[in-house]
């Protein structure tokens, strides 16, 4: 049976810094801190990565809201962290936009740029920066101030400096053209994804998951219309089959980050599983978790997948 697990999780793509490794940090967190907490309306879902809302101590007691003479709706943005599917929203640091990326719609000499607002390793909100004096076209080398989140780098206006090293030093990327109802990246070579909230539209080279074919220290992971190439931020302790994950960009290569119900012994919101080839004549025999039913089934519904990716699976327990 085919279902498509990875859909849902994908309206809220969220992508951490590599640099930062922020993964080391996620067992703790487990889904108590992704970006996607600006829909707290769909925290009553059904979806497989909100297991956490039974486990609220907030919704438990109800004597910690008796001192407080304000309504009980004083306890719904509470609810905001328990259904993340990524990166959570700190409430007292919540994502702001200062500028709009697709506009660019800074002071001449500045450009609207995505950062960390919050000291931590993704980005979460926009603000204007300077252009640099010379600054680099997408596909140039670049550097950066501070941290890969900083905002302040040395790119042109309308792009970033993407997969930043220690030394800050990375790869302008362009952001995505158009809006984000109708985006579009001027090279054929690259799609456009919508991440963080939104604070992170770029263009980013394609991939197949199957032959893993980005460059060192990347990985192929699901975009908004396909796969793309994205640094890998699983760092050097996690991102193997079973373990838990918060980010699209937390599993290794050849891993993708799916739905507990996906994947057996998954004890946290979300876990790494296997990429699987429909076409093979045995697609789950590479499957982590065979033993624990494990099925090779389609990434997409049937007849939506993007060119290329109609062979595409990932290793799941089936419904």
């Avoid at 962290?81 to 919540?94: H, R």
Wanted: aromatic letters at 6%.
């Amino acid at each position: 049976m085919k279902k498509a697990w990875i859909l849902a999780p994908l309206t809220a793509l969220s992508l951490v810094f590599a640099g930062c490794d922020g993964k080391e940090d996620n067992p703790a967190d487990q889904g108590g801190t992704s970006g996607s907490s600006e829909d707290p309306d769909d925290d009553d879902t059904s979806d497989p990565e909100d297991p956490e809302d039974d486990d609220d101590p907030g919704q438990t007691t109800g004597a910690d809201d008796e001192p407080e003479d304000e309504e009980d709706t004083d306890e719904e943005p509470e609810d905001t962290d328990d259904g993340c599917t990524f990166l959570c929203d700190d409430p007292d640091n919540p994502s702001v936009a200062e500028c709009d990326l697709w506009t660019q719609d800074c002071d001449t000499g500045e450009k609207c740029m995505p950062w960390a607002n919050d000291g931590g390793s993704s980005w979460n909100a926009s603000k204007c920066t300077m252009e640099d004096s010379e600054p680099g076209q997408p596909g140039d080398a670049c550097t950066v101030e501070g941290s890969g989140v900083s905002g302040v780098d040395s790119c042109a206006v309308g792009s970033m400096c993407w997969d930043v090293d220690e030394e800050n030093n990375g790869t302008c990327v362009a952001f995505c053209g158009g809006s984000a109802e109708a985006a579009i990246c001027d090279d054929p070579t690259t799609s456009c994804i919508i991440a963080n909230d939104g604070f992170l539209p770029l263009c980013l080279t394609v991939c197949d998951p199957l032959l893993q074919d980005c460059g060192d220290g990347s990985a192929c992971y699901p975009g908004d219309d396909g796969f793309v190439c994205v640094p890998d931020a699983s760092g050097p302790d996690l991102g193997a089959f079973g373990d838990p994950c918060e980010f699209t960009n937390a599993c290794d290569p050849g891993l993708l980050c799916a739905g507990a119900a996906a994947v057996p012994g998954c004890e946290s919101a979300r876990c790494c599983t296997d990429f699987c080839d429909l076409s093979d004549p045995e697609p789950a025999v590479g499957c982590g978790g065979l033993a624990g039913g494990q099925e090779c089934v389609g990434i997409f519904p049937e007849g939506q997948a993007p060119p290329g990716s109609e062979d595409t699976g990932f290793c799941a327990i089936p419904e």
